[in-house]
T-cell receptor
Framework: GAVVSQHPSRVICKSGTSVKIECRSL??????MFWYRQFPKKSLMLMAT?????????EQGVEKDKFLINHASLTLSTLTVTSAHPEDSSFYIC??????????FGDGTRLSIL | RKEVEQDPGPFNVPEGATVAFNCTYS??????FFWYRQDCRKEPKLLMS???SGNEDGRFTAQLNRASQYISLLIRDSKLSDSATYLC????????????FGTGTRLLVSP
């Protein structure tokens, strides 16, 4: 079945650091990738949608300068949390799909900012 | 009002019990519907799609009522391994398609 790899799975770093998370589709071409954030006991919230080669479309309330998304190839998208602060600590999950096919989720990245 | 609403639970049931989860959605333009399962600190995994005609996959039965904007999931003969959070998910087309997740219903199956 379709596999989406997300790396790293766990990050702990100091406040002010920028953190990059990678999302790769391993056996299919991901024309669209999604980035979600999930706080404890809350639902997954879509942050942004990115189509390969285009600028990401951000959901309302998500700062595009804070959460930089790059989708430069059909198999890789990156999310960079710039100058991260403790309130950015969360579970970040990517998903990918090829055209109208179902989304496949990565394993998630648990980000902890001290 | 949340776009997708679920009872957060937890539902505590013994092994072998039958348990039902409900979900309502507010966007009448919702196009497709799913139940996902999420284990603690893991990514969500697709459990099954939901169709108006109702569909069954082993011990799991899903129903959709478009008129009432209501979705259900029935689990029969619960197993310990069914303990997880069940997410009601709606695919909405707002110019492009996106998934909207409910907060999930937590199920605890005990021996």
């Amino acid at each position: 079945g379709a596999v989406v790899s997300q790396h790293p799975s766990r990050v702990i770093c100091k406040s002010g650091t920028s953190v990059k998370i990678e999302c790769r589709s391993l056996d299919f071409q991901a024309t669209t990738m999604f980035w979600y954030r999930q706080f404890p006991k809350k639902s997954l919230m879509l942050m942004a949608t990115s189509n390969e080669g285009s600028k990401a479309t951000y959901e309302q309330g998500v700062e595009k300068d804070k959460f930089l998304i790059n989708h430069a190839s059909l198999t890789l998208s990156t999310l960079t949390v710039t100058s991260a602060h403790p309130e950015d600590s969360s579970f970040y999950i990517c998903s990918a799909r090829d055209g109208g096919q179902p989304q496949h989720f990565g394993d998630g990245t648990r980000l902890s900012i001290l | 009002r949340k776009e997708v609403e679920q009872d957060p639970g937890p539902f505590n049931v013994p092994e072998g019990a039958t348990v039902a989860f409900n979900c309502t959605y507010s966007n009448s333009a919702s196009q497709s519907f799913f139940w996902y399962r999420q284990d603690c600190r893991k990514e969500p995994k697709l459990l099954m799609s939901v169709y108006s005609s109702g569909n069954e996959d082993g011990r799991f039965t899903a129903q959709l009522n478009r008129a009432s904007q209501y979705i259900s999931l029935l689990i029969r003969d619960s197993k310990l391994s069914d303990s997880a959070t069940y997410l009601c998910v709606v695919n909405v087309n707002t110019g492009f398609q996106k998934l909207v997740f409910g907060t999930g219903t937590r199920l605890l199956v005990s021996p």
